[in-house]
């Protein structure tokens, strides 16, 4: 299973950043990153600009609509996605469930994105009141069971436990393995299961080491490039 190094840009970034693709692959030429797919979602105003002018790196959205059009002022379709030039799309980051989206929202978004040749990331993972409440994993497996699309292998899942992002906190790497065993469970083989939350240069190796940790999804140390590349060479060391 190739590992899937995927950078979540969120609100970051301008029109010179259609750029940082090209700086990554200065950095880390694709000789030096075998069996690793590395992947930048940048805000969706980018992305068009991004696939024309990007070789090496795979190209994503934060959110896609589930509906292909519509009157839905400022959503943007899977099919538009698709149609920039995209391949993958980040759905259910759980700063868009704290919003307001329920997992019925996430699984149609998931289900349109892989009716348009798109590759969800569908994000899950628990406040860190639920995992002081021991139910850290009833909560995840409740998630995935009704926001993955029904009979759709071509998924990613990324566990993201909530009071990990932007905090510099990570689970133990005994958490992160566990909880990584129980989703393989839940979605089966062959579905890769990405962990993102405070990963960093320094703490990256330990973590994609970890059994059934099949990449990572990285919200503020994937904006520089060095520190990007650092990340995605600690997979080719560990693997
Ligand atoms: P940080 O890497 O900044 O903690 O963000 C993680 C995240 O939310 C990626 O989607």
């Known amino acids: 299973m190739r590992t899937l190094i995927a950078a979540n840009w969120k609100m970051h970034g301008n029109s010179s950043w259609v ?3 090209a700086e990554f692959g200065s950095i880390l030429p694709q000789s030096k990153r075998e069996g690793v797919d ?3 979602c940048p805000p969706a105003l980018f992305l068009a600009a991004m696939t024309a002018n990007t070789q090496g790196v795979f190209i994503g959205a934060q959110n896609c609509h589930h509906e292909d059009k519509g009157a839905h002022t400022g959503e943007i379709s899977a099919e538009m996605v698709k149609d ?9 980051h759980s700063e868009r469930r704290e919003g307001g989206e329920t997992n019925r929202a996430v699984q149609a978004k998931a289900a349109s994105a892989c009716r348009h040749g798109l ?3 569908i994000c899950v993972g628990e406040s860190l009141s639920q995992r002081e409440a021991g139910e850290a994993e009833a909560v995840v497996a409740a998630q995935l069971a009704a926001s993955m699309p029904e009979g759709e292998t071509s998924i990613v899942v990324a566990y993201e436990p909530i009071w990990a992002i932007g905090t510099g906190k990570v689970p133990t790497i005994e958490d992160i393995g566990s909880m990584h065993n129980h989703i393989r469970k839940i979605v089966g083989k062959g579905v890769r299961i990405l962990y993102g939350g405070s990963v960093k240069p320094g703490n ?3 973590i994609l080491a970890v059994e059934n940790v099949n990449g990572a999804l ?3 140390a994937s904006l520089e490039m060095d520190s990007l590349a650092k990340i995605t060479q600690a997979v080719a060391v560990s693997s």
């Open 119 to 121: 590759t969800p990331i």
């Open 84 to 92: 920039a030039g995209a391949d993958y799309v980040i759905v259910g």
């Open 204 to 206: 990256a190796r330990e």
């Open 218 to 220: 990285i919200g503020g």
């Open 38 to 40: 590395v992947l930048i």
């Open 19 to 21: 750029d940082k693709p």
